[in-house]
């Protein structure tokens, strides 16, 4: 595990609200709201950030699947963003999208992106945060991908894998779903066929991870919470999970780059897709 | 104005006081104890249809006070449709525009009654992974407008206003006070701002202070338009519990089988909401045998016919030839 319970594994991975006012329009700093209801950017966004919609940008509208490596450089080379930016990401939802931009970003071997801790959320209570209804001007780059890290993705056969090598198994769902309650939150049309968890799986809600206004946690209550009190092991490999892998890039975030897990991937295939494998083990309770 | 003969020069002067309160009917025959009745306050009297009425004129009178409206600045807020109906016919009669940001989840009779009211709609989906207490989607997408387009908005923010809280302090509360000659021991509330349950209480204490405060609730995963479940109410910065002596939760689902029972038995034409305070103090009754209760029945039937067939589906038979 890199780094020690004094401070983020890698602080440089988060931004304050108040350092991004103060760093509003500087060169090579580029802004992307994500959200995964672009009315709330249409609204009011930062000024000079790029609004990204979650489920039409960021999913294959095909088949079930992350962008591909070309769609993402022309959505990023769209916004006008270079290899060599600091991309900035927040959003609605508590970051949860945003969070999954930046798992997106880091698979597609982005250098510097970071996460605006509180989201949307906290940008738009601080009264000294400006929002507009502008949009960018924005001179499109030619942005290539140079590495890929697929190794930060979980895939099926991995979380069986994973079950076999007895690794972390995060899930980062409500109580009731964990349990098999319920199979998702009422009103959900995704869902699946079975409720339950996978086997082996440690029950620790996303929202454990942040406090009221939704900023993180301090990195020494952060390990009191994951490793002490849930017993994730520091030294095993970590697979985290929700429903459809945008709460679990929030934990993979706090895994990874708070806490400093070495090998932590995100399943965002997720209960929508273990829920509904013929034959796949199920714990409930 | 004359309140007794009801004759008024425009409609702000029907709004309710100490002079002019909403009527209190007795519960006859769903409550049967003899030393425990129960009293309604039937909020849908007011001139806008509902108990928000009032907190929406002690906040667009406060706003015009204080220059915060006019010309080219109208209003924008989060509703789940009374207190935008409210505001908007208001905001629309006094000559202000008015936005009103509503979940998607809000039966469609609310969503075309905040139009004909006069509101600008706009639909925000629901919550795709809801994320209990961290403040909803309408909540911030009105703020967002209110900070992103200042010179056209200001918001009232029911959540958070203290006018809220105040225009049930100055009128609900007195108006029991002085129909139930103080003899009220408990009053039955819902909660979704809180500003009824925070205000109206406050002015009883302040009269009688063993006076027995319940707040009803519902289950999680309910669609009661207007209320919030215990998860749900981190986002009005008007809910103090001090204010409350009980929090009961009850199953959203009696809801609406109350409701239909009020609207049957007694001839009240009771909301969703009133049926949920319903059980609830009929649940008190049961545990505190004698009292003297009023219940705080929000809105009327009239807006709900789609959500109680959704939830009562033999309301939906025979209705074709």
């Known amino acids: 595990m890199k780094g020690d319970m004094a401070r983020y594994a890698n602080p440089e991975?988060?931004?304050?609200?108040?350092?991004?006012?103060?760093?509003?329009?500087?060169?090579?700093?580029?802004l992307v709201e994500i959200d995964v209801d672009t009315k709330a950017y249409d609204a009011g966004h930062i000024p000079g950030a790029a609004g990204f919609n979650w489920q039409t940008q960021l999913q294959d509208q095909v088949r079930r699947d992350i962008i591909s490596k070309e769609a993402f450089e022309k959505l990023v080379g769209g916004a006008g963003i270079s290899a060599g930016d600091t991309v900035i990401l927040y959003g609605d939802n508590n970051n949860w999208f945003a969070a999954y931009g930046f798992w997106l970003f880091e698979i597609y071997g982005h250098k510097d992106v970071r996460l605006?801790?509180?989201?949307?959320?906290?940008?738009?209570?601080?009264?000294?945060?400006?929002?507009?209804?502008?949009?960018?001007?924005?001179?499109?780059?030619?942005?290539?991908?140079?590495?890929t890290h697929l190794e930060l993705r979980a895939m099926l056969p991995q979380v069986f894998e994973a079950?076999?090598?007895?690794?972390?198994?995060?899930?980062?769902?409500?109580?009731?779903?964990?349990?098999?309650?319920?199979?998702?939150?009422?009103?959900?049309?995704?869902?699946?066929?079975?409720?339950?968890?996978?086997?082996?799986?440690?029950?620790i809600p996303w929202s454990t991870a942040v406090g009221p206004d939704g900023t993180f946690k301090s990195p020494q209550e952060l390990h009191r919470i994951y490793v002490e009190q849930k017993g994730v092991d520091l030294?095993?490999?970590?697979?985290?999970?929700?429903?459809?892998?945008?709460?679990?890039?929030?934990?993979?975030?706090?895994?990874?780059?708070?806490?400093?897990?070495?090998?932590?991937?995100?399943?965002?295939?997720?209960?929508?897709?273990?829920?509904?494998?013929?034959?796949?083990?199920?714990?409930?309770? | 104005m004359n309140h007794g003969t009801r004759v008024y020069e425009n409609v702000f002067e029907m709004m309710p006081s100490e002079e002019n309160p909403t009527p209190m009917v007795r519960l006859n025959r769903v409550n049967k104890s003899s030393e425990f009745p129960l009293y309604a306050k039937l909020e849908w009297m007011n001139p806008f249809g509902s108990v928000k009425d009032r907190a929406a004129w002690a906040m667009l009178k406060d706003m015009e006070e204080r220059g915060e409206i006019g010309g080219e600045r109208g209003l924008v807020e989060p509703t789940s449709g009374n207190t935008g109906i409210s505001l908007a016919a208001m905001a629309r009669a006094r000559g202000y525009h008015m936005r009103a940001v509503v979940p998607n989840k809000v039966p469609l009779e609310k969503k075309i009654l905040l139009q004909i009211a006069g509101a600008d709609l706009e639909v925000i989906s629901d919550e795709l992974c809801p994320a209990p207490g961290l403040g909803d989607g309408s909540i911030n997408l009105a703020k967002t407008h209110a900070k992103a387009s200042s010179h056209k908005y200001a918001m009232p923010n029911q959540y958070e206003n203290e006018k809220n809280v105040e225009a049930h302090f100055r009128t609900t509360g007195p108006e029991i006070w002085k129909q139930t000659e103080g003899k009220i021991t408990h009053l039955f509330v819902s909660?979704?701002?809180?500003?009824?349950?925070?205000?109206?209480?406050?002015?009883?204490?302040?009269?009688?202070?063993?006076?027995?405060?319940?707040?009803?609730?519902?289950?999680?995963?309910?669609?009661?338009?207007?209320?919030?479940n215990v998860t749900q109410l981190g986002v009005s910065k008007l809910f103090d519990s001090s204010l409350i002596d009980d929090i009961l939760e009850v199953d959203f689902r009696l809801a609406y089988t109350?409701?239909?029972?009020?609207?049957?038995?007694?001839?009240?034409?009771?909301?969703?909401?009133?049926?949920?305070?319903?059980?609830?103090?009929l649940d008190i009754v049961m545990r505190d045998k004698k009292g003297f209760g009023v219940l705080i029945f929000p809105d009327s039937v009239f807006k709900y016919t789609s959500n109680m067939v959704k939830h009562i589906p033999r309301l939906g038979e025979r209705t074709s030839a």
């Not at chain 1, 198994?169 to 066929?193: C, H, N, W, Y």
């Not at chain 1, 780059?257 to 209960?271: E, F, M, P, T």
């Open chain 2, 258 to 281: 109350r409701a239909l029972e009020l609207c049957q038995t007694e001839g009240l034409m009771a909301g969703p909401s009133s049926g949920l305070i319903l059980e609830g103090a």
């Open chain 1, 235 to 285: 030294n095993k490999d970590t697979i985290a999970y929700c429903r459809i892998g945008e709460r679990s890039s929030h934990t993979w975030f706090v895994l990874k780059h708070l806490i400093g897990l070495k090998n932590v991937k995100n399943y965002d295939g997720s209960w929508t897709e273990y829920g509904n494998v013929v034959a796949a083990p199920i714990e409930k309770g």
């Open chain 1, 116 to 147: 605006m801790n509180g989201g949307r959320v906290k940008w738009l209570n601080e009264k000294d945060k400006p929002l507009t209804t502008e949009v960018p001007n924005v001179t499109p780059t030619q942005y290539k991908v140079t590495q």
């Open chain 1, 163 to 203: 079950q076999k090598s007895n690794w972390n198994l995060v899930d980062v769902r409500s109580p009731d779903e964990f349990t098999g309650k319920v199979i998702a939150p009422p009103g959900m049309s995704e869902t699946a066929q079975r409720g339950g968890h996978i086997p082996g799986a440690k029950s």
């Open chain 2, 191 to 228: 909660l979704g701002t809180c500003g009824t349950a925070s205000g109206t209480s406050k002015f009883l204490r302040s009269k009688k202070p063993d006076v027995k405060v319940v707040a009803v609730q519902p289950t999680e995963g309910h669609d009661v338009p207007g209320l919030r």
């Open chain 1, 13 to 30: 991975t988060l931004v304050e609200t108040d350092w991004v006012k103060e760093n509003l329009g500087k060169p090579g700093i580029k």
